[in-house]
């Protein structure tokens, strides 16, 4: 990593502009769509699939056994796809949905009565460590299908139930983070709501066997928004340029011809332009997954995607035309699709074959090209670029540490052309820099997340003046005992090393001679 610092002398004064740059490196992942190595195993259907940001992964479902050790319906593999032994906590029945907090806590939605041992009615939370958190404990009377945590911690809860928290609440409710009823949000509920997302803006994608509509962030109707679906909506996305990919067992949507998939504009116009070989698929789209490079993962069950033999899985590109590289099929249903932050993609459902090989309701594929990311601070602007096979988030948040356990906001991430920025953020120095993006699916949520190791700990100039003679004296502040280069340049295209330095005191004066003729020159400090 390379940190800089760069000061522009026009003679006859000095004047500091103060700059920086660090970067992590590129992640990337194989580039062709192969099953892989990971091999784990259930013996019964995977309906939910979560990634955590240490690359560890949660597994819900209706299952006894999970690479070969017993797992009552919930687990947590490594991710080399081995079991995690530290992990069991046990639910007594279905588990539906998975959300992952930014605390590192876990939301378990599904159609259990215990949950760790304890009661727990169909919804409940575990420590990072898979213990029971005891402070939640929100009362709900039906199955949850659907959980979201909203940017401010809140949780948005879909199923099937007509209480939640005590109250009367239809099919739809929001919980306060610590588990008790969000009183201020009771938009009332017509069926059973099976999939739920958050834009942006705050607003609440709502879908289920009613079809599809939005609240507003309060939790009132957006009564602008009512594409409507003859059918039930069972998978959404939101796409970076805002649209939304509806997937479910529908034949119409907005009003038009759909077959089970079809995309909506965020004023639920129809989008015209996506219509997947003109048939959608042909039985109903339980999954959705957007990477970052615009193409779309579809699961379900179906044999037939934009016209051309697809079983089970499929990839679109952006405009929705079928992507021709990509058909590694499944024998029977795929309820859940996660892309790790490599690209990699995990898959469950109640297969038994994946691309071909012998795969018992959980795999993984290799991708067909590279995840990449790259994230950069230039002393007041953070940069976040993430490409190809990323998985898509909706949200990003900056965090800062001095110690790399206590974590302080710096702020959230704006949408810029290949990531994400944000803008005027006071001088970082000392500490790790991290990155969180937030991904949204209908049966889990979690996030990924990557980070600078040391931000801006290197040598920065404190002042440059002239001194008697024509020259400069610059005082150089950093770290007791960094070595750095200084360099030059007259126009910013190419640095020459002026000297090596070792900063023995973490203060170190320098006198400077500008090379002769020369009226303006730019200087920097370049730490390794």
């Known amino acids: 990593m390379n940190v800089k610092k760069t000061a522009h002398v026009t003679a006859p004064f ?15 992942s194989t580039h062709s769509q192969t099953v892989d190595s ?36 919930l687990g947590r593999l490594n991710a080399d796809g081995t079991l995690d032994s530290t992990f069991n906590p046990g639910v007594s029945s279905y588990v539906f949905c998975l959300a992952v907090q930014s605390d590192g806590k876990i939301l378990v939605g599904g159609g259990f009565n215990t949950l760790a041992g304890q009661t727990r009615r169909s919804l409940g939370r575990l420590n990072a460590d898979g213990t029971l958190d005891s402070t939640f404990n929100t009362g709900v009377d039906a199955y949850v299908y659907s959980l979201v945590v909203q940017a401010d911690g809140k949780i948005v809860v879909g199923g099937a139930f007509v209480t939640l928290g005590g109250q009367p609440r239809r099919s739809l409710g929001r919980l306060n983070a610590n588990g008790t ?74 009003g038009q011809s759909r077959t089970n998939i079809g995309r909506v504009y965020a004023d639920g116009t129809l989008d015209s332009t996506f219509n997947p070989g003109g048939t959608g698929a042909n039985n109903y789209v339980s999954s959705l997954a957007v990477q970052t490079d615009g193409k779309i993962l579809v699961g379900g069950r179906f044999t037939t995607l934009g016209g051309q033999s697809r079983t089970n899985i499929g990839r679109l590109n952006a405009d929705g035309t079928l992507d021709s590289t990509f058909d590694p099929g499944a024998n029977q249903d795929l309820t859940s699709l996660a892309v790790q932050a490599d690209g990699k993609i995990l898959l469950g459902g109640g297969f038994t074959t994946l691309g071909g090989q012998t795969r018992n309701h959980l795999g993984r594929l290799n991708n067909t090209a590279p995840a990449t990311q790259s994230l950069g601070y230039d002393g007041s602007t953070i940069t976040w670029l993430r490409g190809g096979t990323s998985p898509e988030v909706w949200r990003t948040t900056f965090d800062y540490s001095e110690d790399g356990l206590t974590w302080t906001k710096v702020g ?32 889990a949520n979690w996030f990924v997340e990557t980070d600078i190791g040391v931000v801006l700990s290197t040598e920065r100039f404190a002042s440059i003046t002239l001194d008697g003679d024509g020259g400069l004296r610059a005082t150089v502040v950093g770290p007791p005992g960094r070595i750095f280069t200084l360099q030059g340049t007259p126009d910013l295209s190419q640095w020459t090393d002026l000297g090596l330095y070792t900063n023995q005191t973490g203060t170190l004066v320098l006198t400077i001679v500008p090379p002769a003729g020369q009226t303006t020159y730019f200087y920097r400090t370049h730490s390794p």
């Open 14 to 28: 000095a004047k500091l502009l103060g700059t920086a740059l660090a970067l992590v490196g590129l992640a990337t």
């Open 38 to 73: 990971f091999n784990p195993g259930a013996d019964g259907w995977v309906y939910s699939l979560a990634v955590q940001a240490d690359g560890k992964i949660l597994v819900g479902g209706l299952f006894s056994t999970l690479d070969g050790g017993s797992r009552s319906n």
């Open 181 to 254: 009823l969000d009183s201020t949000f009771n938009p009332g509920g017509g069926g059973d709501v099976q999939s739920l997302a958050v834009q942006p803006d705050g607003k609440i994608l709502v879908g289920g066997y009613y079809g599809l509509g939005r609240l507003n962030a309060d939790g009132t109707l957006d009564g602008n928004f009512n594409p409507g679906a003859n059918n039930n909506v069972s998978s959404l996305a939101v796409q970076a340029d805002g649209k939304i990919l509806v997937g479910g067992a529908f034949n119409t949507l907005a």
């Open 412 to 443: 959230g991430g704006t949408r810029i052309p290949g990531g994400w920025q944000l803008a005027g953020v006071a001088p970082l120095t000392n500490g790790t820099l991290r990155a969180r993006g937030y991904v949204t699916g209908e049966a």
